[in-house]
Structures are given as C-alpha cells and as structure tokens.
Nanobody, 124 residues
C-alpha cells in the first residue's frame, strides 16, 4: 500500500489549503484514513480521521476549521484546512489502516501505512 500526500505550501494566517492523499496498492474502502502532523522536536500528533462509514473525528484545536473527507472513486482522502493559524505550521502526514479500532484512531501506533508528508507553513 502506498500513500502519496500533496497540497502543502505557504499560506497567510486566516487562509486555506486543501491536502490530498492518494492511496494505491490496496482496497481503499477497507481503510480508516487519518491525518497527523509533526513539528521539529515534537511527537507526531493526531489531526483528523475518517472511518470506512465516513464518521469523522478531530483534534480539539482544529474542530470547526478543518474538514476531512474521502472520495472512493479517486481513492483519495482530503483535509480541507481553513482559518489557518501559525501554530498549524507542520509537516502533515496521511495514514491508513484496515485494522485500527476506534480507541486507536488518534494514535500513531494504530496505523501501518504512512505517506511521505507535506509541509504546511502558515505565516503571521
């Protein structure tokens, strides 16, 4: 299974970006999909997840600003980010797993497949 993340870039505070993560080599419909982010010197942290049935879960600081979605026809998961803040600056990683349980959706250890990361920089 391969995950290819894209869409990162430089944006001013208050702006928007949409990240994409294309999945290949597996059965997309079987995977729980998630986004995590990481800044230098810090652990990778949960941002959002979407289940096979399209239930969504968010880290508190992004609720109301970020939206995760999935397109089965394109085998792609998206993260629409709005009202961006400088503290959202990070490398964003997409993740996938078919066996992750709900209690582990927010855990790095719950996912076996990871994309390469895409850098989001929010200037103040």
């Amino acid at each position: 299974v391969q995950l290819q993340a894209s869409g990162g870039g430089l944006v001013q505070a208050g702006g928007s970006l949409r990240l994409s993560c294309a999945v290949s080599g597996g059965t997309f419909s079987r995977y729980v999909m998630a986004w995590f982010r990481q800044t230098p010197g810090k652990e990778r942290e949960f941002v959002a997840a979407i289940s096979r049935s399209r239930s969504t879960y968010y880290e508190d600081s992004v609720k109301g600003r970020f939206t995760i979605s999935r397109d089965s026809a394109k085998n792609t998961v998206y993260l629409q980010m709005s009202s961006l803040k400088p503290e959202d600056t990070a490398v964003y990683y997409c993740a996938a797993d078919s066996g992750v349980i709900l209690s582990s959706y927010r855990s790095v250890s719950g996912y076996n497949y990871w994309g390469q990361g895409t850098l989001v920089t929010v200037s103040s």
